[in-house]
């Protein structure tokens, strides 16, 4: 980690070394996060991702894929556990490097980023977030369009990054 510079430089040491690309992990909330506890649970893990050190690790929680099933409780859960919902006005000043204030009890600032149309190297929030800014994404249908949509996140920046799941359908986890 570190940048490109960074990784500039291990590659050309001499020695092996590892490194990965720009990106944040982002998680996939399928329909079977259907209540209150694991909603709750998977909330406050978010929280304590995106607020680790500021959200400054790339490994923390970037972009959440939320099955409209459960969008609403879900982002009630993480009300709950202190997010900010920035409105579109906020979030247009947002991709301009801000210029609004936001409650003192609030921990981190979350945006909506649409369905699949809102992610590519065009839109801002599909890429990725260095600090304490979380994208929600809304998937309809079949789970696959949740896959789909990752795959289309992690093309804008972040192939090979982290991934994760709340779900309790094996088939889900497995793919």
């Known amino acids: 980690t570190g940048g490109r510079p960074m990784g500039k430089s291990a590659y050309s040491s001499g020695v092996p070394a590892y490194g990965s690309g720009a990106g944040n992990a982002t998680v996939i909330i399928d329909n079977t996060c259907n209540t209150p506890e694991y909603q709750a649970e998977a909330a406050m893990n978010t929280r304590i991702s995106k607020c680790s050190d500021f959200g400054s690790g790339c490994s923390c929680d970037g972009n959440l894929i939320i099955s409209e099933e459960v969008y609403d409780g879900f982002v009630e859960a993480l009300v709950k556990e202190g997010a ?45 977030k260095l600090t304490t800014l979380l994208t929600l994404f809304k998937y309809k249908g079949e789970f696959q369009n949740a896959l789909d949509m990752m795959q289309a996140i992690f093309n804008v920046g972040g192939k090979g990054h982290s991934c994760g799941i709340y779900s309790w359908d094996d088939d889900h986890i497995n793919r």
Do not use: C, M, W
């Open 84 to 128: 900010y919902l920035a409105n579109e006005e906020e979030a247009e000043k947002l991709a301009q490097a801000a210029g609004f204030e936001i409650p003192a009890d609030r921990k981190f600032i979350a945006v909506t980023g649409g369905g699949i149309e809102g992610v590519g190297k065009e839109h801002f929030f599909s890429s990725e």
